[in-house]
């Protein structure tokens, strides 16, 4: 086969520049939504100072933390997007030369999978508390909490499992 297919042996020896587009817009990705919570919180905080003097407004404490957990739903976001695209690099190109960056333990794509599966979990926890603390209907947040903690509960067995399967 391989003297039969010389240009698709060539393709598949290089694999680690078919993956770097994937692993840039991750990347770009993840600063982008590191911007965006910027500007989140911006506005947060001047819609914050500029209500203060309205004791009505300064009451409604819950909304205020809504916005302040979408903002780190955002955050939580873009740190998923930076860590799938450190792990990317990691697995089809290389280790990173920077020893800041050896807190990333990715030895192979089950250790990728538990690590995202275990910021999904955590990124849908705060989703239910972020609509928790707006309360606009208590049934429907009934219901995404029942389907976040089936979902996480499947999510936290994939991780166990996988964890298990590496030992």
């Keep these: 086969m391989n003297s039969q297919f010389p240009v698709v042996r060539k393709i598949l020896d290089h694999h ?22 910027m500007v989140k919180l911006y506005y947060t905080v001047t819609d914050i100072y500029e ?20 903002i780190i739903e955002t955050y939580i976001l873009s740190i998923t997007l930076f860590i799938l695209a450190l792990s990317l690099y990691k697995l089809f190109v290389g ?41 606009k209907n208590p049934l429907d947040t009934l219901y995404l909490g029942i389907i976040v903690a089936t979902i996480s509960g499947v999510l936290i067995w994939f991780s166990k499992h996988l964890d298990t399967t590496r030992k």
């Design 51 to 70: 209500n203060m003097r309205n004791p009505e407004i300064m009451d409604e404490s819950a909304m205020i933390s809504a916005h302040f957990l979408g």
């Design 95 to 135: 280790n990173y030369t920077l020893a800041k960056l050896s807190w990333v333990k990715v030895e192979n794509i089950n250790d990728l999978k538990s690590n995202l599966s275990k910021m999904t979990v955590l990124f849908l926890c705060i989703m239910v508390v972020q609509k928790i603390t707006e309360w």
């Design 16 to 37: 680690n520049w078919f993956v770097l587009p994937a692993i840039l817009v991750l990347y770009l990705s993840s600063a982008i939504l590191m911007l965006l919570g």
